[in-house]
């Protein structure tokens, strides 16, 4: 049991009392003290209402009755913890007993307890006790920094806890930094994010506590269909995977709201539990990846990072990096006329596929690279909702590097080094998503336009969060029919002066739609009503101030930021979004740090 302020004051009742005390002792609780001289009117049971704690330990302990000689020496709940070495002086035992006092020191502290509350940092003492229970069940991971654990003042709740050793040795933090990340992680609390919710020092090492404990990632859940998920309807699962893209793209806007970025989006760190909920890991330093992996872990070469990183993560300085490939495909931002049909931009008509890779990129903007992995995992969603399996998929991204022979290299499954591949790819997922019946397929190819800008080679040309939150609802709602998905209302209001952002209606100037085969995304500030419930994001940055270039209807002074339409017959110029830069690129965004 876990004894709190409350249970304590209900539990040592007068009832209770007397049912610990023999008649004679009974009798005993209304007589005045027996210090003092006479000159307080007090009686024993008003001094026990201040010691219940100490009647509760004694009562443990055997000996209710030696609270009257406790009270004698004028000792109540304010004296505790009582040291060890001053126990003795309670005068429990007609001689000296060193167990007994050790006993009587252990059970204080187990109405002591210091209740971790949200955003509370503690320092234990080495023999306090710590209100955690954590999860021994069969299976769970022995002798891990992570646990999976329970907080008694927080019941049917589960969480998150990681360990981590403080000091000066190798590996170890130090407590300076551990508060600073603590700090930080603070001020991160989405529903779908791995948050902070307390932490605490104790016995040498200090441990965070972050909301949800996941059952299994994205990555195995591609691997091997948990046995939940498949015992849910045809239906219901469908719809399921659509909303889970609506919560990723929509805690990401938050993530973003905030000035921050996660940093390191990938299968293995999307999570889930058994319920089938859906959320990141935490984007501190304090996050579980990083805080369960070994040293040598973190010296071999990552190769689902690689994989689902953008294509600026992996720049490698090169001699020949002035000199253009201009002997592969060349490809613009548009897409054929052909619904099934996706074209990644590559970064422009004189850069080939891979040249960003060589480009000097002394400026990493991280919410950007967020938007491009997030746009693999997205794929990787849709491949599961299509049937097709994620080891499939990579075998099919690095079927342009291989080789006749045995041996060689691993080879190149990344999406940013594949895009002809991963076209290909989506192409395939809209011909057999164009064959099905159900609604919910109604939305695979306008969801993978989407997907085909976010994998666009060069940072500027990609879709902001925000932008692909946006469309990804309506085509939820409009396409799919799912009336009302997850996330809508989940982090309040807007910045001032965005209030107004929102997708038009059908015969607005600016919508998400098809026009004949042609799928369009359209977002910008408009004094308009008919703002859609949830619409709460700022963008990256403000409205590129315009001239009389904007479309009809456009406050004057102002420019809408669209997004280019994902197919054309011939291709576009270069549209005003990506004219000015969306994402942030200031020093305070250097090689991804926030």
């Not at 020496?73 to 007993?97: H, Y």
């Not at 002798?143 to 654990?149: A, K, L, P, V, Y």
């Not at 994620?390 to 290299?409: I, M, V």
């Not at 408009?526 to 406050?555: D, E, I, K, Q």
Request: glycine letters at 8%; one cysteine or more.
């Amino acid at each position: 049991m876990w004894w709190d302020a409350a249970l304590i004051e209900t539990t040592v009742t007068r009832q209770f009392v007397c049912s610990q005390l023999i008649p004679e002792e009974v009798e005993r609780l209304d007589l005045p003290l027996g210090f003092g001289d006479g000159l307080t009117d007090g009686t024993y049971w008003e001094w026990i209402e201040k010691a219940k704690r100490i009647f509760l330990i004694l009562t443990d302990l055997g000996i209710p009755d030696q609270i009257f000689g406790i009270i004698d020496d004028s000792w109540d709940d304010s004296d505790l913890p009582i040291a060890l070495d001053q126990v003795g002086r309670l005068a429990l035992t007609p001689v000296k007993d060193d167990r007994f006092a050790k006993k009587f020191y252990t059970r204080q502290f187990h109405y002591l307890v210091n209740y971790i509350d949200k955003g509370k940092h503690i320092t234990y003492d080495d023999d306090s006790l710590v209100p955690v229970v954590v999860d021994r069940r069969p299976g769970l991971a022995a002798g891990n920094s992570i646990d999976r654990i329970g907080l008694p003042n927080k019941p049917g709740e589960t969480f998150s806890r990681r360990r981590f050793s403080i000091g000066t040795t190798p590996g170890a933090m130090s407590m300076e930094s551990f508060m600073s990340e603590v700090n930080g992680a603070k001020s991160l609390q989405g529903d779908h994010l791995a948050a902070y919710y307390g932490s605490y020092e104790y016995q040498g090492s200090a441990y965070v506590i972050f909301t949800h404990a996941n059952d299994f990632n994205l990555k195995s859940l591609l691997a091997t269909t948990p046995g939940p998920l498949k015992s849910l309807a045809k239906q219901d699962r469908r719809r399921m995977v659509m909303n889970w893209i609506h919560c990723l793209t929509d805690t990401l806007c938050y993530v973003h709201r905030k000035g921050r970025s996660h940093g390191n989006i990938k299968p293995s760190t999307i999570l889930f539990t058994t319920d089938h909920y859906i959320f990141y890991t935490s984007t501190s330093r304090l996050g579980a990846e990083a805080s369960s992996m070994s040293a040598s872990e973190k010296s071999v070469f990552d190769r689902e990072s690689y994989d689902f990183a953008a294509p600026e993560q992996w720049y490698r300085p090169s001699a020949n990096a002035h000199r253009r490939n201009i002997m592969v495909q060349r490809s613009s931002a548009s897409s054929s006329s052909d619904n099934t049909t996706f074209s990644i931009s590559r970064g422009g008509s004189e850069m080939g596929p891979n040249a960003a890779l060589h480009t000097p990129n002394p400026l990493l903007d991280p919410q950007a690279a967020d938007v491009f992995s997030l746009g693999c995992v997205i794929l990787e969603l849709i491949s599961l909702l299509m049937k097709r399996t994620t080891r499939a998929f990579a075998s099919h991204r690095a079927a342009k590097h291989k080789l006749a022979g045995r041996g060689g290299a691993v080879l190149d499954a990344s999406f940013h080094k594949n895009p002809g591949q991963v076209e290909s790819w989506m192409t395939g997922l809209a011909k057999d998503a164009a064959k099905k019946d159900d609604v919910v397929f109604k939305g695979i190819a306008p969801m993978l336009h989407v997907v085909a800008r976010m994998l666009s080679a060069l940072p500027q040309e990609r879709p902001t969060a925000l932008d692909v939150e946006q469309a990804m609802y309506q085509i939820l709602t409009e396409k799919c029919q799912i009336a009302e998905p997850h996330c809508v209302h989940q982090y309040g209001g807007l910045i001032p002066g965005l209030g107004n952002l929102h997708l038009h209606s059908h015969h607005s100037h600016h919508q998400l739609q098809q026009q004949g085969e042609n799928f369009n995304i359209a977002t910008r500030r408009s004094t308009s009503a008919g703002m859609r419930p949830g619409s709460r994001l700022s963008l990256h940055s403000s409205s590129t101030n315009g001239s009389a270039s904007g479309s009809a209807g456009s406050p004057e002074g102002e420019r809408p930021r669209v997004l280019p339409e994902l197919q054309a017959s011939s291709p576009p110029s270069r549209s005003n979004w990506q004219t000015s830069p969306l994402h942030r690129s200031t020093q305070a965004y250097i090689l991804g740090t926030n």
